[in-house]
């Protein structure tokens, strides 16, 4: 039988960093550029405001004319213009004139200052009276102030929310450049496995998995290539995972990852002739995930256990569709949180434990969802972080402080997380 | 000139949400499901695990045939059979048999344990020995360990992620019925615009508000239905409004809000003879957003200014699209965080900053992205969370707590906030 030495999360996660997936570059129009990640750094075109303007309506005036101003003794000025959104005031402002400005238009020639509408105490269409001075620039939005033309507003490899739409458009990016969506392939393996439609039959149960790591490939950022299912047998599962690999950036199979006679991870990377970068992680759970690589393509055999091939996922899939993404921080946002429940049973592994999450007075205490074992498909259901519990020979309390990891989250953690090493002998 | 009476954020949020878009529901396959909402609860069809089941690769035995073993007395086996995944052991287990099994394979009948495959001390194809007892019911999965049949395992109204996905798969929905998104329709009026893809005249700006607002409502979870932009024209204006309310659930304009010669949103709601719930809020950004309704429609007319317009779409916008989507926390989730900063100036208004947040040592630390203006379009680039500033007669300083409303979230809080009522006379 073969024997399997487990390496640490960290030293796993390091070892599949080293290698990347294809990176390329998409043109996308802007309506369909949510969610994807820049691949140019997005640049100011030109300065905003790019004129003088007017912050609010009103009248724009030269302030020199309102300087002895008072209720007792307004000054009256006349207006001789009126300048619309969007249009222009051409001559020259003259001591003594205002013209009528809407929020947004640009400040005339030697008009230095605009008057609220609010604060105009009487006025018809020629003249206007104004009751206090106004200094130098008052309610001017000036040329530059929001940002400087050429300026870097957003690195490239973020992600674009509506807060980056407002810049795509300002600075005329009608068509945005966004990484390529990596294309990752998914094969189930098992011979107990059912199509979803499928009436449950003794024995058998339905694939969930590769439907879960398509779901997890599109909330990472790629692109999910459905290869089907599989029974045990090598034969076939050779044949599609060698065509596959022609076709997408990589591979993933679930099930048939753990030591036993029918087990197909370990024939399939010796027939494909991959080289194992591991194949047993010292964490609960997962700890039968394998990584392997060909010709610098990844071949992940994740665990049939539902809980140990998500968790296999999120930790060596997810990184690398982030970094073909251009993004910085590509792990699970690391986060602290306060135990609600005891967990009184050692562990020779790191567990990740699969959570939810209550906030009460700032603070962020959580507890399992579900059961907790790997195979529990219900404790995926509501799950929202990871509890990490460091392996070693105690358990853990209710009150004590733990490590989480952010599975809904879009932003990320940089290596490395504040995880113990796992001291696994 | 016409005088607007500002009410509360709380009341004006109120009165929007006392009417709802329409519902529907949509059928979609499981792997197109992702991010929308369940529109039914989701119901387990079969117990979790369906049957006994042997957690790891092994023998399963009886344990009785073991209550003797140890090191110098081992128990020895016959090994009368092989269950691969998804087949069946169809005879009844004897004593002194034992059947190799897979990882999630059914227990044989009169089978009560199982050996895993690493405490097999010495086996060939026709015995094993077991060197300790094993107790009943050892390395067992029992049936409905995990769930019960019927049980309502997530409930309608919930966003579908990669849990979700797992536990629809098992339980056999590869059709999944979710709530229809709602269509938001988007008009940009003001006749300084240019259109994203035109070079910068003097005086203009191109339309941001639009793709902004675009993009606020697939964030949602709603549909954007772009009507392009339009000159200060009322004319115009009434007719494309008037013809869009034929065609989605709601219409959003922005720009023409305010109090101005040429503002159209008072003249527009008029003409439609739609009803005004609120035409100013007391609050920074955004003081100028109305809102109406026209035979339970909603219309809304957002600022032209970017800050603005963003902010009425998170307070008044998203949480009708949230209801219709069936969820249950239908605001923007708060927290709390912590003033990296001060600011200084008191204001009658309640202010919602853009911010950015940065984690150290579990708090959450909040300075404002970009220029604190509601005209900034950098501002909202990096925007992650708005900064609540109650109105009141003081600033706020460094080390403050304040609440945050988060803006990447879905999850979302319930109303009502805990945000002091605005006394603003």
Same mark, same amino acid.
């Given at each position: 039988m073969e024997?399997?030495?487990?390496i #640490?999360?960290s030293?796993?996660v390091s070892?599949?960093?080293?290698?990347?997936?294809?990176?390329?570059?998409?043109?996308?129009p802007?309506l369909?550029?949510d969610?994807?990640?820049?691949?140019?750094?997005?640049?100011?075109?030109h300065?905003?405001?790019?004129?003088?303007r007017a912050p609010y309506?009103?009248?724009a005036?030269?302030?020199?004319?309102t300087?002895?101003a #008072?209720?007792?003794?307004?000054?009256t000025?006349?207006?001789?213009g009126?300048i @619309?959104a969007g249009?222009?005031?051409r001559?020259?402002?003259?001591n003594?004139?205002?013209?009528r400005?809407?929020?947004?238009a640009?400040?005339p020639?030697?008009?230095?200052a605009?008057?609220m509408?609010?604060? $105009?105490?009487?006025y018809?269409?020629?003249t206007?009276?104004?009751?206090?001075?106004?200094?130098?620039n008052?309610n001017?939005?000036?040329?530059?102030?929001d940002?400087?033309?050429?300026q870097v507003?957003?690195?490239k490899?973020?992600?674009?929310?509506?807060?980056?739409?407002?810049?795509?458009?300002?600075?005329?990016y009608? $068509?945005?450049?966004?990484?390529?969506?990596?294309?990752?392939?998914?094969?189930?393996?098992g011979?107990?496995?059912l199509d979803v439609?499928?009436?449950?039959?003794p024995?058998?149960?339905?694939?969930?998995?590769?439907?879960?790591?398509?779901?997890?490939?599109?909330?990472?950022?790629? $692109?999910?290539?459905m290869?089907?299912?599989?029974p045990?047998?090598?034969?076939?599962?050779?044949?599609?995972?060698?065509?596959a690999?022609?076709?997408?950036d990589?591979m993933?199979t679930?099930?048939?990852a753990s030591?036993g006679?029918?087990?197909l991870?370990?024939?399939?990377?010796?027939r494909i002739d991959?080289k194992t970068?591991f194949?047993k992680?010292?964490?609960?759970?997962?700890?039968?995930?394998?990584?392997a690589e060909?010709?610098g393509?990844m071949i992940?055999?994740?665990?049939?256990?539902? @809980?140990a091939?998500?968790?296999g996922?999120?930790l060596?899939?997810?990184?690398? $569709?982030r970094?073909?993404l251009?993004?910085?921080a590509l792990?699970?946002?690391? #986060?602290?949180g306060v135990?609600?429940?005891d967990?009184?049973?050692p562990n020779?592994?790191?567990r990740?434990?699969r959570?939810v999450v209550?906030e009460?007075?700032?603070?962020?205490y959580?507890e399992?969802s579900?059961l907790?074992?790997?195979?529990s498909?219900v404790?995926l259901?509501?799950?929202?972080?990871?509890?990490v519990l460091?392996?070693?020979?105690k358990g853990y309390?209710?009150g004590?402080?733990v490590?989480?990891l952010?599975?809904?989250d879009?932003?990320g953690?940089?290596?490395?997380?504040d995880?113990p090493?796992?001291s696994?002998?």
């Open positions: 024997v399997r030495r487990p #640490s999360i030293d796993a070892r599949v960093m080293k290698y990347e997936l294809n990176q390329a570059v998409d043109y996308v802007l369909e550029s969610l994807r990640f820049l691949a140019e750094d997005l640049l100011a075109d300065d905003v405001p790019p004129f003088n309506d009103g009248y005036i030269r302030s020199e004319d300087s002895q #008072s209720l007792l003794n307004p000054a000025l006349k207006v001789v009126d @619309g249009s222009l005031y001559s020259e402002l003259e003594g004139q205002a013209v400005i809407m929020t947004g640009k400040i020639n030697q008009s230095d605009v008057v509408l609010e604060e $105009i105490q009487t018809d269409a020629d206007i009276t104004i009751v206090r001075p106004h200094h130098h008052e001017i939005s000036f040329q530059g102030e940002t400087k033309k050429d507003l957003i690195n490899g973020s992600i674009i929310h509506p807060g980056t739409v407002a810049l795509l458009a300002t600075f005329g009608d $068509i945005v450049p966004v990484y390529r969506k990596p294309r990752i392939g998914i094969l189930a393996t011979s107990e496995l439609h499928e009436p449950l039959q024995g058998k149960i339905r694939n969930s998995n590769a439907y879960t790591a398509a779901s997890q490939v599109k909330r990472a950022g790629g $692109i999910p290539v290869y089907g299912k599989l045990d047998e090598l034969d076939a599962c050779v044949d599609v995972v060698t065509d690999l022609q076709e997408v990589a993933i679930t099930g048939g030591v006679d029918f087990d991870v370990p024939q399939l990377i010796e991959a970068l194949n992680v010292a964490m609960r759970p997962g700890s039968v995930t394998t990584v060909k010709d393509q992940y055999g994740l665990s049939g256990n539902p @809980g091939c998500y968790v996922f999120e060596f899939v997810r990184p690398l $569709i970094k073909a251009g993004a910085s792990h699970l946002k690391r #986060s602290k135990l609600d429940r967990f009184p049973k020779p592994y790191t990740l434990v959570g209550h009460r007075d700032g603070v962020q959580v399992p579900g907790d074992k790997s195979s498909v404790a259901g509501e799950a929202e972080v990871f509890i460091p392996a070693g020979s309390q209710r004590e402080e490590n989480l952010n599975l809904q879009q932003k953690s940089k290596w490395p997380w995880i090493t796992v696994y002998r």
